[in-house]
Structures are given as C-alpha cells and as structure tokens.
C-alpha cells in the first residue's frame, strides 16, 4: 500500500558530507512521522533521526550536531543531510514512515513501514 524509496547512499572519506533521500508513494491519507534509522553489521538498529506532524525533530546523541533531518509534507519526502561524517556512521541507513491510509471517513492505521535501506560507508 505504502512504498518508501531511499536514494543518496555511497562511499565518503571521514569527514565529508552525503545527503540521504527518502519519497512515500502509495494509499497515504497522512503522515505522522518520518525519519532515518541505520543497523550496522552485528548491531541493532538504532534510530537516527525522526521528524513528527508540526515539525518535532528528535536526533541520536550520536549524531547531534552533525546530522540535519528535513521534511516536505506536501511531498511525502523525508531528507538526511550528514556532515562531518566518521567511520562510526557506516550503516545500511532506512527510512520509515508512520502512515494513515484510507480515508478522512475510514482511516486506517498508523503502520510503521520501512524503505530497501542504502548503504554510507565512511572510510579512508
């Protein structure tokens, strides 16, 4: 019903910079949330960013400082620009989204759907 598309990924040296791309295409009647999380080799995944209805911006300590997360709600897209990059953030990076499908008279939801995830490698 829902389909999350991320584009953005790639290889960069510490302390360049990559910007992550995510569009929800689909049955959406609304979005509550969108956001990035990434899962290394061995690790849980492990939130990164999120941004709620009205503009609430959570970050990981992690990446507090370093990372931007921006969102088009008239787009359904959901932006990761990541500067500063460190060997640390090297990840499969997914974006997820909180949706309401269905209609202002029968909505459904919310479900939590998640993209294909893209890999950021930081490395020298």
């Known amino acids: 019903q829902v389909e999350l598309v991320e584009s953005g990924g790639g290889s960069v040296q510490p302390g360049g910079s990559l910007r992550l791309s995510c569009a929800a295409s689909g049955s959406i009647f609304s979005i509550y949330s969108m956001g990035w999380s990434r899962q290394s080799p061995g690790k849980k995944r492990e939130l990164v960013g999120v941004?709620?209805?009205?503009?609430?911006?959570t970050y990981a300590e992690t990446v507090k400082g370093r990372f931007t997360i921006s969102r088009d709600s008239e787009k359904n897209t959901v932006d990761l620009q990541m500067n500063s990059l460190k060997p640390e953030d090297t990840a499969v990076y997914y974006c997820?989204?909180?949706?309401?499908?269905?209609?202002?008279?029968?909505?459904?939801?919310?479900?939590?759907?998640w993209g294909q995830g893209t890999q950021v490698t930081v490395s020298s």
């Open positions: 997820n989204a909180i949706v309401y499908t269905g209609t202002m008279s029968d909505p459904r939801g919310p479900e939590n759907y």
């Open positions: 941004i709620s209805v009205g503009g609430y911006i």
